[in-house]
């Protein structure tokens, strides 16, 4: 398959099927996947919440639900924004050493992919419209957890956000269904 970028960003909100795009994508290109969930892990693990209040959030206010859909999702963004320069540093490190490579994340934002000009990066959003649709997805992903209600509401919330943004960014935005048709629609982009 014929590649014209060397860093391709997939950004989208949970459950969205960022990863279920993204793996096929990268093994039929040939190249290397990072999960940005990753970097938050990194974060979390090497500093404390003093030093990164946004990556450790959730764990140092355990009552974050009762604050409602609107700042969980702003929550969201804040650890998109607290990802940001790292992120950049990333992308920047795989143009300047030529090697090929996917991202993708929940915490990959609109306007860290709008700061990239150039055929360089290439950057798209997984968009699932349907709030239902994404609660059967975490319920497919994780029976285990039984419905999960809020996040799916937080989910669908922070899903508008993302659109809404590509919009004013010029990004492209991808429905995830008819998700037999998803990838070939990202191809022919």
């Known amino acids: 398959m014929k590649r014209d970028w060397c860093v391709f ?20 290109y040939g190249v290397n996947l990072i999960e940005v ?11 404390k919440p003093e030093e ?14 009762n ?24 992308v920047k490190n795989h143009i300047g050493t030529n090697m090929p490579v996917i991202i993708e994340g929940d915490f990959i934002l609109p306007e860290l992919c709008a700061s990239f000009g150039g055929p360089e990066v290439r950057s798209i959003f ?18 285990e957890s039984g419905p999960q209600n809020y996040r799916a509401d937080v989910t669908h919330c922070y899903g508008e956000w993302l659109k809404s943004e590509c919009t004013k960014y010029g990004i492209p935005v991808i429905e995830s269904r008819p ?9 022919n982009l």
Request: some cysteine.
């Open 37 to 47: 969930d990753d970097f938050q892990e990194f974060l979390f693990s090497m500093t």
């Open 52 to 65: 990164q209040p946004e990556i450790h959030y959730w764990d140092t206010h355990p009552d974050w639900k």
């Open 9 to 28: 960003l997939i950004g989208g909100a949970s459950g969205s099927g960022k990863s279920c795009i993204s793996y096929p994508l990268a093994k039929m």
């Open 67 to 90: 604050e409602g859909v609107e700042a969980t999702k702003q929550q969201l963004i804040n650890v998109g924004k607290a990802l940001k320069v790292g992120l950049e540093a990333v």
């Open 179 to 187: 998700w037999l048709t998803v990838i070939e629609r990202i191809i």
């Open 126 to 143: 997984i968009h699932e419209p349907s709030r239902d649709q994404i609660l059967n997805n975490y319920q497919a992903r994780e029976p």
